[in-house]
């Protein structure tokens, strides 16, 4: 199992993108969220997540994206999801949090 995140800086300290590569699991998910704390310690206004280079997500991948929604939410600050068109959507999808989560097709929606 491999997983592999891609950080790219803030833009003017407004936005910051977070590629995600490999498998998001139990074993995984701990980089993952201590990579998108450390992003929100640089207080951006957003915080994409693009998650079209993921081959699996389980559902402790779930639960991490829904704690940053979480913390996201409380401090006033963006947090959205490009999930793809792959498993990774199905399972957003199936689990009805594209109902909850702030999904978008392309990170450059982020940035206006």
């Not at 997983?3 to 995984?28: I, K, S």
């Not at 998108?36 to 639960?63: H, K, N, T, W, Y």
């Not at 490009?82 to 689990?95: F, K, M, S, Y």
């Amino acid at each position: 199992m491999s997983f592999q995140v891609a950080m790219e800086p803030a833009r003017d300290g407004r936005v910051v993108h977070l590629r995600l590569y490999g498998e998001l699991d139990l074993l995984t998910v701990p980089g993952l969220d201590e990579t998108i704390r450390g992003a929100e310690q640089s207080a951006p206004d957003a915080i994409v997540l693009d998650l079209r280079g993921l081959s699996f997500m389980d559902s402790s991948g779930l639960r991490c994206l829904i704690q940053a929604h979480t913390r996201a939410d409380g401090a006033g600050r963006r947090l959205a999801l490009v999930p793809g068109e792959g498993r990774v959507r199905r399972l957003i999808a199936q689990t009805h949090l594209d109902t909850f989560l702030d999904l978008v097709s392309d990170p450059s929606e982020v940035d206006t």
